[in-house]
């Protein structure tokens, strides 16, 4: 069983939870009942993988965005990237849902 906190694990509540073929259901169950009550976010993977799915989603969103600056200078771009995800992907993100 794969209980994988996101970092930084005390700003990010993220956990990310994965089981192998011979872990049993309850395990997983247990574990995100467990993170629940701590605070966490437990999402389940289909499968284990090699580093966090929210790291590689972080990853193509921001490759997206410098696709669409490709033809300006670099150094004016850090910043703005910076600030247009600051203030909308992440706005979007953390806003309650439902």
Same mark, same amino acid.
């Given at each position: 069983?794969?209980?994988?906190?996101?970092?930084?694990?005390?700003?990010?509540?993220?956990?990310?939870? +994965?089981?192998? /073929? =011979?872990?049993? #259901?309850?395990?997983?169950?247990? %574990?995100?009942?467990?993170?629940?009550?701590?605070?966490?976010v437990p999402v389940r993977?289909?499968?284990?993988?090699?580093?966090?799915?929210?790291?590689?989603?972080?990853?193509?969103?921001? +490759?997206?965005? /410098? =696709?669409?600056? #490709?033809?300006?200078?670099?150094? %004016?771009?850090?910043?703005?990237?910076?600030?247009?995800?600051?203030?909308?992907?992440?706005?979007?993100?953390?806003?309650?849902?439902?």
């Amino acid at each position: 069983m794969l209980g994988q906190p996101f970092n930084p694990p005390q700003l990010v509540p993220l956990v990310e939870l +994965a089981g192998r /073929e =011979a872990t049993a #259901a309850w395990v997983l169950d247990e %574990a995100e009942r467990f993170h629940t009550r701590i605070g966490k976010v437990p999402v389940r993977l289909q499968k284990e993988i090699y580093s966090h799915v929210a790291n590689r989603l972080q990853a193509r969103i921001i +490759a997206a965005v /410098e =696709a669409c600056d #490709a033809d300006r200078p670099i150094a %004016a771009l850090v910043e703005e990237r910076d600030s247009r995800l600051r203030v909308s992907l992440a706005v979007k993100s953390a806003a309650p849902t439902g």
